[in-house]
């Protein structure tokens, strides 16, 4: 039995390496995704088969028989909630649901620790116990951050709170207070285990270290604050592997914490900054001013949908900027019935997609795979950029940040140094959106003034509507 089960983690393993490999490309997503949760089916399978004491449960810690009845109820109550969620989660949620469900994996990993320690203490297995019980503190401690810091992530995703950078005083030095009390307190709970008091402080200080960390971040950075959270998470469910002595989990939570540092990193170089910058920088914060005043002195143009139908339908090559705001309106079928006329008039048509668009990594790939828009026709921005200028219309859909020039030029900006589109190079510019107002980050944004660029106003999914019938009207 040991040595199947042992085989069956394996092929478990490779899987998830291969299902993880193909979510590299928006061509294999959906073949990675059900490569990896057929593994994960065989990994859940060939767990509860697991005799206690083979690896999978810490060979006497656990003296009673497994309760089936509840972890078949567990299995069926979150399975069902699951699946009810993902069904019924709106594409604009996308994100949230990403958080919330990231931060129930951390809240899991760090609960399993602590019943560890509970099994520890009972057993009263003290000595010989230093590395476990220090895995332990490590675990439960992450997995609270985890858990924290992806509620509030939520919370300004969903507006709960407001998504803006919220500044609490000496607020740097309250969160290096919580990091060296948790560690204290971390060796205090390992060096004592029968003190649930003291274990109970290390869990409150690591939730207060989690919202601190996340409370003062902006809405522009929330796509690296969910890649950070993620991170997090599968650390601390590979040290809960190490604690269940379970190799299946030390090696799913080291694929799932290195892809998020990973992801991570790609984000926090997309915004060229340092991630110390996007945790302690407050980006996202509305500048102390220039913004509303640059926005009151300028002029902006107004276009009627004719006259932009009639633009796009003349020119060489339309580049397509899409943003949260295309899928607030749920327009990703609309724009892509737009592209495919302009197409059939022999216009080339391309997808621009900045790295952090949208508020979550790859949100607007996943939108844009929805309406099956050809993966050939989306262009990284590295990839389009140079082709902006060459382009006689840049067709914004809801983007705000991502094609901001103050990030070029503006030195109080505090988007200032993030590599944005180069939609302002473009020959012309039209950008669907609601109003004037401020994208995600709060700042207003200097190409809605530039000459080149003429506003269609309202919401995106009725304007692309009424430009796809301008289109198939046009003689």
Known sequence: MNTAIGIAYLIAAVVFIFGLRQLGSPVTARLGNRVAAAGMTLAVVATLVSPAGSGVLPSGI????????????????????????????LMTAMPQMVAIFNGMGGGAAAAVSALELVHLTEAHLRGGSGGQLATIMLGSAIGCVSFAGSMVAFAKLQEIVGGGAIRLPFQQFIVATLVIAIVVLGVLAAAVTSSYAIFALLILAAILLGLLLVIPIGGADMPVVISLMNSLTGLAAALTGFVLSN????????????????????????MNRPLTNVLFGA??????????ALAASGTVREISVD???????????????????????????QVHELGELLEKRDVSVKYAIHPVAGRMPGHMNVLLAE???????????????????H??????????????????????????GMPILNVDQARNIIVLKRSMRPGFAGIDNPLYLDPKTAMLFGDAKDSLTRLVNSVKAAP
């Open 283 to 292: 980006f996202g914060a509305a500048p102390s001013g220039g913004g509303a």
């Open 391 to 416: 382009s006689e219309v840049a067709l914004v859909v809801g983007a705000n940040d991502v094609t901001n020039p103050a990030a070029r030029t503006d030195r109080s900006s505090p988007i200032y």
């Open 247 to 270: 190799e299946l989990l030390i090696v799913s939570g080291a694929l799932v914490g290195a892809s998020g540092t990973l992801l991570t990193q790609l984000m926090a170089k997309a």
């Open 307 to 333: 006259d932009a139908a009639t633009l796009m339908i003349y020119a060489d090559q339309v580049i397509v900027v899409p943003g949260y705001g295309l899928a607030v309106a749920q327009a990703q079928h």
């Open 371 to 389: 309406a099956d828009v050809a993966y050939s026709q989306l262009f990284d921005m590295d990839q389009i950029n140079g082709e902006f200028a």
């Open 62 to 89: 656990h003296p009673h028989a497994v309760n089936w009845i509840i972890i078949f109820l567990g299995m069926a109550l979150g399975g069902t909630a699951g699946v009810i969620s993902a069904r019924r989660v």
